[in-house]
């Protein structure tokens, strides 16, 4: 089950699960029945404007974001698919602050319940910091189904290396 990187916390009888999945040929086929169209958000912009409609609407009394990017150089493979940024800087004798969110390149071409888990997961650490209780109810609160995207996210980075992209 060295194919399953993604899941390696899940119970064996859900790896049991996928892994009859990935030897049956028949993952992308479930991806795709469940998730059948890519997003059509495709720039810096459009993310940035996608992700503060959802500050927005959950959010309102945050810190504002700076900004909102893909980012290529995020590397799933090291559990990043997107990450918070915290940046001090000073300026003029005074130490300015800003929020920012780099969320991974290959979301650029995925299920728009994905990029939206992705940036809820994102803008949950504007308000806690660590994985904690908190954070995950935080999540659930933002999105109901957080946690059945997450493991469909996982499902799909597993089909991404074993067969290669769907969308």
Do not use: W
Request: aromatic share 10%.
């Amino acid at each position: 089950m060295s194919s399953l990187k993604y899941l390696a916390n899940y119970a064996p009888e859900i790896k049991s699960q996928v892994q009859t999945l990935v030897d049956e040929n028949r993952l992308d086929a479930f991806l795709l029945n469940k998730y059948p169209v890519s997003h059509n958000i495709k720039n810096d912009q459009a993310l940035r404007d996608y992700t503060l409609s959802i500050k927005n609407r959950y959010l309102k009394k945050s810190s504002p974001l700076s900004k909102v990017v893909f980012d290529t150089k995020i590397h799933v493979i090291n559990n990043a698919l997107g990450l918070h940024k915290y940046v001090s800087r000073v300026q003029g004798g005074k130490i300015k602050s800003k929020n920012e969110i780099c969320i991974a390149g290959i979301f650029k071409k995925t299920p728009e319940e994905f990029l939206n888990m992705i940036v809820v997961h994102e803008l949950a650490h504007l308000k806690e910091k660590e994985h904690n209780k908190a954070f995950y109810q935080l999540c659930h609160h933002m999105l109901p189904n957080y946690h059945q995207l997450e493991f469909d996210m996982r499902l799909y980075l597993t089909q991404i290396d074993i067969g290669g992209a769907l969308y």
